[in-house]
């Protein structure tokens, strides 16, 4: 295992296996800020220790036939989606690229993907990361290597908690391996636009559209698009005869609207990389919030935070506001069925937490889950409230 000493006070540990790992754990007395590539972290950890698992790397068995990959937590992102790619395949969770957005450089893991449950556009359709994940190895706040799950979907040994390590943020344990099921790249894709909508119709649009038949795998709107005009957006993928008939169904659904269908799969898969990684923000002054919520509640909320800009993903389900730097999006909200968390505002996140607060209730569990998986209460502390 590597040790580095950064700065005086702040020690980097990269351990090469997953029992270097465990050792690192098992005999930290101190906190311990997990870091996978350093591309998806935005909440401040106390912690004077650095836990880099950028050396545990490796596709350790890829089936393609099987529709199954494992590999080493460490393991870059893009390493897995190049060996997918040569197969043909993909992960159907779609994983936002958010560097640009965060204005972070490194790479991304896979640990950290499935760590923070990055789950891209096609969610609606597909399901999120923790859907596709199989199984998990992963090191506990004690040192003790766990493992649940397997690599087949038969396997549903420990399900739950597989489920429940996905989107932990590294509190409850720390990935050493996943097992992931994979999905076959479609034959092909096509883009439904729709011009000039407002935000209560584009997310009436998007509802509808989702409701129909036609299988949508994606359904977005920004208010001012990459033209300044408010578009709204409807994936369909496939094979290219379905594909074609789906598009041209949802043009004449819409027919009263602005409608165009988008047919070149490069421009589509631009315009959705756009959406995926947040690009309508990037490089913006302000806070970034990240807006969980019922589709339909979208509008009116959007319309309370007094946002600066606005991009509505998944139907109106996933909300990303820009707003003026230390305003509390929280409060004017109010309750609400959701939740929101603020992205991007270092200036603003030493007072205002980073991750919505829990009802009482469930705040009980996770304390009660950390005490059991982090008794010595190490692992990314405080990250999630």
């Not at 401040?44 to 494992?70: F, K, M």
């Not at 399901?127 to 396997?155: H, Q, S």
Request: proline fraction near 5%; aromatic fraction near 6%; include cysteine.
């Amino acid at each position: 295992m590597t040790v580095v000493s950064e700065m005086p006070a702040v020690t980097a540990l990269a351990p090469n296996s997953e029992a270097e790992l465990a050792e690192a754990i098992g005999s930290a007395t101190s906190a311990l800020h997990i870091q996978g590539g350093g591309t998806r972290s935005f909440a401040s950890v106390a912690a004077d220790t650095v836990l880099n698992t950028g050396g545990l790397a490796g596709i350790s068995l890829y089936e393609p036939g099987a529709l199954t990959l494992v590999a080493q937590a460490g393991t870059k992102l893009s390493d897995i989606q190049e060996a997918l790619s040569a197969e043909g395949q993909r992960l159907a969770f779609e994983p936002a690229d958010l560097r640009g957005l965060l204005g972070v450089e490194g790479q991304s893991t896979i640990g950290g993907v499935i760590a923070t449950n990055a789950s891209g556009p096609r969610r609606i359709q597909a399901g999120a990361a923790r859907d596709f994940t199989l199984g998990i190895r992963f090191v506990d706040g004690k040192g003790t290597v766990l493992k649940n799950g397997g690599r087949v979907m038969k396997n549903v040994t420990g399900y739950d908690l597989v489920k429940l390590l996905s989107g932990s943020w590294g509190s409850l344990g720390v990935l050493s391996e996943v097992s992931l099921k994979t999905q076959p790249i479609p034959e092909t894709q096509a883009c439904v636009l729709i011009n000039g909508l407002s935000i209560i119709e584009a997310v009436q649009v998007m509802s509808q559209a989702l409701g129909s038949p036609y299988e949508l795998t994606g359904a977005a709107h920004a208010p001012a698009g990459v033209d300044g005009h408010p578009v709204t957006m409807l994936r369909i993928e496939g094979f290219e005869g379905s594909v074609s008939y789906r598009a041209s169904k949802l043009a004449e659904l819409f027919g009263t609207y602005d409608v165009s269908i988008e047919t070149d799969p490069a421009k589509v898969s631009k315009g959705w990389q756009w959406v995926r990684d947040v690009a309508l923000l990037q490089d913006q002054p302000g806070d970034i919030w990240r807006v969980s919520c019922i589709p339909s509640d979208a509008p009116d909320l959007i319309a309370k935070s007094g946002a600066q800009q606005s991009l509505l993903d998944w139907g109106g389900g996933l909300v990303w506001l820009r707003m003026p730097a230390g305003r509390e999006l929280r409060a004017a909200l109010g309750g609400f069925d959701g939740h929101a968390t603020l992205v991007k505002g270092e200036a603003t996140s030493a007072n205002i937490p980073h991750f919505h607060p829990q009802p009482p209730a469930l705040a009980t569990l996770s304390q009660a889950l950390r005490a059991k998986f982090d008794p010595k209460g190490i692992l990314n502390p405080g990250i999630m409230g």
